[in-house]
C-alpha cells in the first residue's frame, strides 16, 4: 500500500513539475503575456470612373431641327393698357349696356343706388327725350314704365352728380309685361356721361 500512494505520489511529482516547465516555456514563447492580434483588415482598390468626353461638331449641331407644335392658333393676345384697369377713366365715357331682343309690348324699369345711398342723380331719356329731369338714386327700387314701339327703343341715364363717392354708380332691371326679367345690369360713369340700353320689340 505504502509502494502504491509512493508511485501515485512521484506520478504526481513529475506530473506537476511538467505542467510548471511548459507554463514558464510559454511564457518565455509568447513574450510573458499571451497577446492576440487581429488580422490586418485588406483594402479594395478603388478604380476611377473614367467620364467620356462627347463633342459636337458644326455639323451635327445644323442636323437638330427645332421642335414646332402644330395645328395651333396664332397667339393674338394683347395686354391690356394700364387705363383698362382705371376704373376713374372707366368711369370717363359712355357706357354700352347692350341690346335686349323682346316680344313684349311693355317694359318696367327700376334702379337703385348700388353701392351706399351717397346723392347720385340721374336723368332719363327715352329714345332722346328726357322722361326724368331728375332722379336722386335711394336704396330702394324706383323707375317707369314703358310702352315699347316696334323696333328699337332707347333709353339713356345721364349722371347729373357722382354723390360724396365717386362715380354715378346704380344697379337696375327691366321686366317684360310677364314680369320676368330681361336684362340686368349696373352703371359706374362719371358726371356729364352716359349709360345707355337699347331694347329692340320684334
Request: charged content about 30%.
Amino acid at each position: 500500500m505504502n509502494q502504491y500512494l509512493s508511485f501515485k505520489g512521484q506520478i504526481f511529482i513529475l506530473g506537476l513539475m511538467f505542467g510548471v516547465l511548459s507554463s514558464a516555456y510559454s511564457q518565455q514563447e509568447f513574450g510573458g503575456d499571451l497577446k492576440v492580434k487581429a488580422a490586418p483588415v485588406k483594402k479594395k482598390e478603388v478604380k476611377e470612373a473614367k467620364i467620356k468626353e462627347v463633342k459636337f461638331s458644326n455639323e451635327d449641331f445644323n442636323k437638330i431641327k427645332s421642335y414646332e407644335v402644330q395645328g395651333l392658333d396664332k397667339n393674338e393676345y394683347k395686354v391690356p393698357e394700364k387705363e383698362d384697369y382705371d376704373a376713374e377713366k372707366l368711369a370717363k365715357r359712355d357706357q354700352d349696356l347692350g341690346v335686349v331682343k323682346t316680344g313684349s309690348g311693355t317694359a318696367k324699369v327700376r334702379y337703385r343706388d348700388a353701392a351706399y345711398v351717397d346723392g347720385d342723380k340721374v336723368r332719363v331719356y327715352l329714345n332722346y327725350v328726357i322722361i326724368e329731369p331728375e332722379v336722386l338714386l335711394s336704396g330702394e327700387d324706383q323707375g317707369f314704365d314703358i310702352t315699347l314701339q316696334k323696333g328699337l327703343n332707347r333709353i339713356d341715364f345721364e349722371a347729373i352728380n357722382e354723390g360724396f363717392a365717386a362715380p354715378n354708380t346704380a344697379d337696375f332691371k327691366i321686366y317684360d309685361d310677364k314680369g320676368e326679367v330681361i336684362s340686368s345690369n349696373q352703371w359706374n360713369i362719371a358726371q356729364g356721361f352716359k349709360a345707355t340700353i337699347i331694347l329692340e320689340k320684334e
